[in-house]
């Protein structure tokens, strides 16, 4: 039985993520996208067009916004669902990705933009830390929907004065926080020292800092595809469009 992911582009929808009977993604855009004079494509490697783009032609893409490796593994594992299907895990944890899409089951809606967040107390912040490497993205947890790409372990979250938080629904996050591994001793520190290094080079780069707690450091790294937004209501979290370079030539990782 096919089924059907709506994608999102903020709080545009843009098109139709299908799986169809064959286990294969197929991916178009919504007249309505097509028509609007201000439309953009998700990727560069998914113009603007009416014709259906076939899984070869979008896996790279879709795939991308996925966790890689390991991660992707435990996500599956935990989800139980399996490994290789994209379109599953895109519909358990494609709620906050990297960009400004988002992935609904068809015919849902958005939630609206009073967004939901669960703060975190340093015990459970701990906690979370130490969960993650069997974990991963927090993916199972009630109402958490996180994706980001790589193998190292991460989650999203929203930070607000010095409480950290976890998006719930389609929340959007404001940073990345990635705990030390014990494999790899220091990568906390290197992380966020080249990151420093490269802002004092004069290449722009995304403000990180390390931290501990509990006895366990983790770089918190600001994410440069979210902005704050004065609205009337007062600030909202404003997400920005952004794809890496195997998604935009169509590279499946």
């Given at each position: 039985?096919?089924?059907?992911?709506?994608?999102?582009?903020?709080?545009?929808?843009?098109?139709?993520?299908?799986?169809?009977?064959?286990?294969?993604?197929?991916?178009?855009?919504?007249?309505?996208?097509?028509?609007?004079?201000?439309?953009?494509?998700?990727?560069?490697?998914?113009?603007l067009r009416k014709e259906r783009f076939t899984q070869k032609e979008?896996?790279?893409?879709?795939?991308?916004?996925?966790?890689?490796?390991?991660?992707?593994?435990?996500?599956?594992?935990?989800?139980?669902?399996?490994?290789?299907?994209?379109?599953?895990?895109?519909?358990?944890?494609?709620?906050?990705?990297?960009?400004?899409?988002?992935?609904?089951?068809?015919?849902?809606?958005?939630?609206?933009?009073?967004?939901?967040?669960?703060?975190?107390?340093?015990?459970?912040?701990?906690?979370?830390?130490?969960?993650?490497?069997?974990?991963?993205?927090?993916?199972?947890?009630?109402?958490?929907?996180?994706?980001?790409?790589?193998?190292?372990?991460?989650?999203?979250?929203?930070?607000?004065?010095?409480?950290?938080?976890?998006?719930?629904?389609?929340?959007?996050?404001?940073?990345?926080?990635?705990?030390?591994?014990?494999?790899?001793?220091?990568?906390?520190?290197?992380?966020?020292?080249?990151?420093?290094?490269?802002?004092?080079?004069?290449?722009?780069?995304?403000?990180?800092?390390?931290?501990?707690?509990?006895?366990?450091?983790?770089?918190?790294?600001?994410?440069?595809?979210?902005?704050?937004?004065?609205?009337?209501?007062?600030?909202?979290?404003?997400?920005?469009?952004?794809?890496?370079?195997?998604?935009?030539?169509?590279?499946?990782p």
């Open positions: 039985m096919s089924r059907t992911l709506d994608v999102y582009l903020q709080r545009d929808l843009v098109g139709h993520l299908l799986q169809g009977d064959d286990g294969r993604m197929i991916f178009n855009y919504v007249e309505s996208w097509l028509g609007n004079p201000t439309a953009k494509a998700l990727s560069h490697s998914l113009p979008c896996r790279g893409f879709f795939a991308g916004i996925l966790p890689e490796q390991s991660q992707r593994e435990l996500v599956a594992r935990n989800l139980g669902i399996s490994a290789r299907n994209d379109f599953a895990m895109l519909e358990e944890i494609g709620g906050e990705c990297a960009g400004a899409v988002t992935f609904m089951p068809a015919g849902q809606a958005l939630q609206e933009s009073t967004h939901r967040y669960r703060d975190l107390s340093d015990q459970e912040l701990v906690d979370m830390l130490k969960m993650l490497p069997r974990r991963p993205l927090l993916a199972g947890e009630e109402d958490v929907r996180l994706s980001l790409a790589g193998a190292q372990d991460k989650v999203a979250v929203k930070v607000s004065g010095s409480q950290i938080s976890v998006p719930l629904g389609g929340a959007p996050s404001t940073h990345i926080l990635k705990p030390a591994h014990e494999r790899f001793g220091g990568l906390v520190f290197n992380e966020v020292l080249c990151l420093h290094l490269a802002n004092a080079a004069g290449i722009p780069s995304a403000h990180a800092e390390a931290r501990s707690i509990g006895g366990i450091y983790y770089a918190l790294v600001e994410r440069y595809d979210r902005k704050i937004k004065q609205t009337l209501a007062g600030t909202e979290d404003e997400r920005f469009h952004q794809e890496d370079f195997c998604q935009a030539l169509g590279i499946v």
